[in-house]
T-cell receptor
Framework: GQQVMQIPQYQHVQEGEDFTTYCNSS?????IQWYKQRPGGHPVFLIQ?????EVKKQKRLTFQFGEAKKNSSLHITATQTTDVGTYFC??????????FGKGTRLHILP | DTEVTQTPKHLVMGMTNKKSLKCEQH?????MYWYKQKAKKPPELMFV???????INESVPSRFSPECPNSSLLNLHLHALQPEDSALYLC??????????????????FGEGSWLTVV
């Protein structure tokens, strides 16, 4: 069955602290995507990683794809209240299935 | 803002009703998806259409019936639903990844969803 594990499930951080969420797949992924969903909203695409060992940055967000293409991480530097939401990774399998991790809910304490 | 449009945004239906959710995209995407999302859970894949043909059905009960009239439209017909079917139903679209040599074609663009309540 589908296996994209994501940890932690919840994370509370003080505003200004860093935050990291991790995804692990039981099988090799063709690529991995990251989405953010605000409370009451829909998932919004953030980035896609395709190459083994790839690292991409978007302002305070850093995304990594593992060498074996089985794991990935999202790191946010100096969190802000606008970062609140649930962050999902999603892995593409060979048969067009895109499977989501369970998500990490980020809460920012002022 | 999303380029995938879903209607209605909210739907309340009885267990004997027949209703439909509609989705439209004009990005030229040839893969379209229905996902179901319960509160505090990830989106759960239901169906995938590729070039207007059903390519994946994740063992969804027959009370959910998808339809893809053309490359821009995707419907989800609902009949005899149960209260536990209440959820956010998300439509999404993408290029098929096999259509893009760099495998970057599968970025999913979600609509804002239809909030379904079955009473």
């Amino acid at each position: 069955g589908q296996q994209v594990m994501q940890i932690p499930q919840y994370q509370h951080v003080q505003e200004g602290e860093d935050f990291t969420t991790y995804c692990n797949s039981s099988t090799t992924l063709s690529n991995i995507q990251w989405y953010k969903q605000r409370p009451g909203g829909h998932p919004v695409f953030l980035i896609q990683l395709v190459k083994s060992g790839e690292v991409k940055k978007q302002k305070r967000l850093t995304f990594q794809f593992g060498e074996a293409k089985k794991n990935s991480s999202l790191h946010i530097t100096a969190t802000q209240t606008t970062d609140v939401g649930t962050y999902f990774c999603a892995g593409l399998r060979r048969n067009d299935k895109i499977i989501f991790g369970k998500g990490t809910r980020l809460h920012i304490l002022p | 803002d999303t380029e995938v449009t879903q209607t209605p945004k909210h739907l309340v239906m009885g267990m004997t009703n027949k209703k439909s959710l509609k989705c439209e995209q004009h990005m030229g995407h040839r893969a379209m998806y229905w996902y179901k999302q319960k509160a505090k859970k990830p989106p759960e894949l239901m169906f995938v259409y590729s070039y207007e043909k059903l390519s994946i059905n994740e063992s969804v009960p027959s009370r959910f019936s998808p339809e893809c009239p053309n490359s821009s439209l995707l419907n989800l017909h609902l009949h005899a639903l149960q209260p536990e079917d209440s959820a956010l139903y998300l439509c999404a679209s993408s290029h098929r990844h096999r259509d893009r040599l760099d495998k970057s074609g599968n970025t999913i663009y979600f609509g804002e969803g239809s909030w379904l309540t079955v009473v």
